[in-house]
């Protein structure tokens, strides 16, 4: 196993060639410029299009066309430019045209800054555009895992022809770490794109890609058939990790970035003798609802830890379903706090349900 150590903006993008990425557009935004800085270089020499967009509306419409055409695309931005592209992801969702869209994620609401953020949660796993769509989504925390999943995204794009978005945050974007680019990934059992628009030449076939049907009772079966591929992910999609749960006393509910602090709080719990686990989703949707039927009876709370104002509290009220008290735990504007923050807040957790 060769180990390569690389910035994680970087890392993304050449995971991207590796999964077979054909084209790429995009426009800069900080901070995930190196992804198109890297493919810009790169691409060309593998024969591939890359191609700088006037802006982010224009990017992810040609990611339209290239996925239309049977083609792996892919575009990169964060939080403001993945606003922006909204209207096309939920054209490409309404369409069934498979894409992998990288949101290195920033400080909000408007433009923000350009500090570690996890405030896109609810853009993400809410839809973000108009209609009843969804885009399954992953949320890695390391550079290794974003780059197996980079990769793995372009196949699960194809698999259930829906766009995949990667949602990491500017930390992850900006850190260097070890990574062995050649490991394996899942292959999944892909159909043949014989819906793609690929011209007259090849035969007498003539496909429409399109994502208008105003018929109503055309859309409404559209519908049923786009919810029952949502479904099957829902089913087979929930990823997850569960750390240090053997009876774990509370358990933190986090991802990302914000679950790389938590391992290091709960090492100094334990120094305290207070056993607290760790529920890591790595899709954010389907949201791993399964995850929680794994928390041990030795439970007393979970405790929602995140960076925003608190967005995935309420997929953790959801899957915990009021079987143990939930309180939250965030900092947001880009700043990121220190263990011994965390440790605190499960310390007043604590006496809290002492209390009680």
Not at 16 to 43: H, V, W
Not at 224 to 235: E, G, V
Not at 324 to 351: D, Q, S
Request: hydrophobic residues 40%.
């Amino acid at each position: 196993m060769k180990k390569v150590l690389m910035k994680g903006n970087e890392a993304i993008a050449l995971a991207a060639i590796k999964g077979g990425c054909d084209a790429y557009f995009g426009y800069p935004i900080t901070p995930q410029n190196e992804i198109s800085e890297y493919l810009s270089r790169y691409m060309k020499q593998e024969g591939r299009v890359f191609l700088q967009a006037e802006s982010e509306v224009a990017a992810i419409n040609m990611v339209y066309g290239a996925a239309g055409s049977g083609k792996r695309a892919l575009t990169s931005s964060s939080s403001p430019g993945i606003a922006l592209k909204q209207e096309g992801i939920t054209y490409l969702a309404g369409a069934e045209l498979p894409c992998v869209i990288i949101n290195v994620m920033r400080g909000g609401p408007g433009l923000g800054g350009i500090q570690p953020s996890q405030s896109d949660y609810h853009q993400i796993t809410r839809g973000g555009g108009n209609g009843d769509y969804h885009v399954l989504a992953f949320a890695p925390e390391n550079l290794q895992e974003t780059v197996d999943v980079v990769k793995g995204s372009f196949e699960a794009a194809d698999y259930y022809r829906n766009p995949v978005m990667v949602a990491v945050d500017g930390l992850i974007g900006q850190m260097m770490e070890p990574i062995d680019m050649d490991r394996e990934i899942m292959k999944r059992d892909l159909a043949p794109k014989d819906w793609a628009v690929v011209g007259s030449g090849i035969g007498n076939r003539r496909h429409v890609v399109n994502s208008m049907h105003l018929d109503p009772s055309e859309l409404e079966m559209h519908n049923h058939k786009l919810d029952a591929k949502y479904q099957k992910m829902i089913q087979n999609e929930q990823k997850y990790e569960l750390i240090n749960m053997d009876k774990a006393e509370f358990v933190i509910v986090a991802y990302g970035t914000m679950s790389r602090i938590c391992r290091s709080a709960i090492e100094l719990l334990a120094k305290e003798n207070i056993n607290v686990g760790i529920l890591r989703p790595i899709t954010i949707w389907p949201y791993p609802e399964k995850a929680f039927h794994k928390i041990p009876s030795s439970c007393k709370g979970l405790l929602c830890c995140e960076l925003s104002m608190g967005q995935m509290i309420e997929d953790v009220k959801i899957a915990n379903n009021g079987k143990y008290k939930v309180r939250f735990f965030g900092r947001t504007g880009g700043m990121l706090p220190e263990p011994e923050e965390i440790v605190l807040a499960v310390k007043n957790f604590k006496k809290e349900v002492s209390h009680d």
